[in-house]
Nanobody, 114 residues
Framework: QVQLVESGGGLVQPGGSLRLSCTAS????????MGWYRQAPGKQRELVAS???????NYADSVKGRFTISRDNAKNTVYLQMNNLKPEDTAVYYC????????WGQGTQVTVSS
């Protein structure tokens, strides 16, 4: 089964940037579409970005133009570059195999505040 470890979160001021990383094990990573999700306090987890094995990407409207998902198949790692962060981006961020609702990692906290 897949195991996922997210990192790179932290406290950042509005307008700042962060780069999240997620390393997967237990799967043939290069064959799977991967997604970044987030869950804010009191809200459901939502998909913010995804990238297929062939490189197609998709973004939630709220992050388009600010977030970029990329992957390094040699390192079994998917990244989320987040620019121009806003307070509403505050959440715990998770990665997972796209459309997989199991085996979640611990996530990484992103807090955007002045």
């Amino acid at each position: 089964q897949v195991q996922l470890v997210e990192s790179g979160g932290g406290l950042v001021q509005p307008g700042g940037s962060l780069r999240l990383s997620c390393t997967a094990s237990g799967i043939m990573f290069r064959f799977y579409a991967m997604g970044w999700y987030r869950q804010a306090p009191g809200k459901q987890r939502e998909l913010v970005a995804s990238r297929t094995s062939s490189g197609s990407t998709n973004y939630a409207d709220s992050v388009k133009g600010r977030f970029t998902i990329s992957r390094d198949n040699a390192k079994n790692t998917v990244y989320l570059q987040m620019n121009n962060l806003k307070p509403e981006d505050t959440a715990v961020y998770y990665c997972n195999v796209l459309d997989n609702d199991a085996n979640w990692g611990q996530g990484t906290q992103v807090t955007v505040s002045s």
